[in-house]
């Protein structure tokens, strides 16, 4: 679908799980979901948060694949890994940063987002954003999301790695990018152990 671009925002989750059943239906996912779903500081809220690949402009997980079985489409999309060359080795699974590719071991296979591309091809929205009530997961043209007080951030900060993607997050305004250090959310779990 030209001049289409998808938007996570975790602030407008509700915790449905709508996109996880929608997922598992999509024909190429044999039953499997792609999404990520999350509960946020479950101990202090009940906070939840969907996600898909966020198909890296440079993704490690192809690169890192020993056997080229992970390949990037014209559109940008990262495809799972096919079949007939992957050896669930997991290497994919270690290096993403997001923590999105899954090996299925039922299939032997690194399973993730591949943005619903049989559907897209075809003209149509990726399952997941077709049946989110709140909008956290959407598919839309840039126009149709600009009248959000969010802003859409496609570059993520990781310590001194900087990972631009295909997918945005909506992010408060003048956020620019996201910044993920893993340290801080282990110091923080730190002290609340130590106080």
């Given at each position: 679908?030209?001049?289409?671009?998808f938007?996570v925002?975790?602030?407008?989750?509700i915790?449905?799980?709508?996109?996880?059943?929608?997922?598992?239906?999509?024909?190429?996912h044999?039953?499997?979901?792609?999404?990520?779903?999350?509960?946020?500081?479950?101990?202090?809220?009940?906070?939840?948060?969907?996600?898909?690949?966020?198909?890296?402009?440079?993704?490690?997980?192809?690169?890192?694949?020993?056997?080229?079985?992970?390949?990037?489409?014209?559109?940008?999309v990262?495809?799972?890994?096919?079949?007939?060359r992957?050896?669930?080795?997991s290497?994919?699974v270690?290096?993403?940063?997001?923590?999105?590719?899954?090996?299925?071991?039922?299939?032997?296979?690194?399973?993730?987002?591949?943005?619903?591309?049989d559907?897209?091809?075809?003209?149509?929205?990726?399952?997941?954003?077709?049946?989110?009530?709140?909008?956290?997961?959407?598919?839309?043209?840039?126009?149709?999301?600009?009248?959000?007080?969010?802003?859409?951030?496609?570059?993520?900060?990781f310590?001194?790695?900087?990972?631009?993607?295909?997918?945005?997050?909506?992010?408060?305004?003048?956020?620019?990018?996201?910044?993920?250090?893993?340290m801080?959310?282990?110091?923080?779990?730190h002290?609340?152990?130590?106080?």
């Amino acid at each position: 679908m030209f001049g289409y671009e998808f938007y996570v925002d975790p602030s407008r989750c509700i915790g449905c799980q709508s996109c996880v059943e929608a997922c598992e239906e999509c024909e190429t996912h044999r039953g499997v979901s792609m999404i990520n779903f999350d509960y946020l500081d479950r101990h202090e809220m009940a906070g939840t948060a969907a996600y898909v690949c966020w198909h890296c402009e440079e993704p490690t997980c192809a690169m890192v694949c020993p056997a080229d079985a992970i390949k990037v489409g014209e559109d940008g999309v990262v495809r799972s890994a096919l079949k007939p060359r992957c050896i669930a080795c997991s290497n994919c699974v270690l290096a993403c940063p997001f923590g999105i590719p899954k090996v299925i071991p039922e299939y032997e296979q690194m399973m993730k987002c591949d943005m619903c591309y049989d559907r897209t091809s075809a003209g149509k929205k990726p399952m997941c954003a077709t049946v989110c009530p709140s909008q956290a997961l959407s598919y839309v043209r840039p126009d149709e999301i600009a009248h959000r007080r969010e802003e859409p951030a496609n570059v993520f900060v990781f310590g001194n790695q900087k990972v631009k993607t295909r997918v945005n997050m909506m992010v408060p305004p003048d956020t620019g990018s996201v910044s993920i250090d893993v340290m801080d959310y282990m110091w923080e779990g730190h002290l609340a152990q130590t106080e």
